[in-house]
């Protein structure tokens, strides 16, 4: 038995999730269930094969980023020690606003 469920997200794109379960009685020869396992693992990478379009989405996210960086507000004073702190301790600085 398999199923498959499609998850819409966002940029046009779906979570693909297959289901694949075998119940199988008695002894089954290895190469048997080796190549039934090869089967559902090659549905899986068709699938991401023809549904492809890592570069484009995350463009799409990136942009989607920076346009929310556009109009969030200036970070608190108590934000701004943790952002200055954490750069100091991984030892980079802040060029300007410090």
Do not use: Q, W
């Not at 794109?13 to 039934?36: H, L, N, R, W």
């Not at 396992?37 to 090659?42: E, K, Q, R, S």
């Not at 549904?51 to 799409?60: A, K, M, T």
């Not at 346009?67 to 701004?80: L, N, R, Y």
Request: aromatic share 10%; hydrophobic share 45%.
């Amino acid at each position: 038995m398999t199923l498959a469920f499609f998850e819409h997200l966002p940029h046009d794109c779906c979570k693909f999730t297959y289901i694949a379960k075998v119940d199988i009685k008695g002894t089954v020869p290895k190469i048997i269930t080796e190549s039934g396992l090869a089967g559902v693992v090659n549905s899986v990478r068709l699938a991401y094969k023809y549904f492809e379009r890592d570069e484009e989405v995350d463009l799409l996210a990136r942009l989607a980023f920076i346009k929310e960086m556009e109009t969030a507000p200036a970070p608190s004073a108590a934000e701004h020690e943790l952002l200055v702190d954490s750069l100091r301790r991984v030892d980079y600085k802040l060029k300007a606003g410090t």
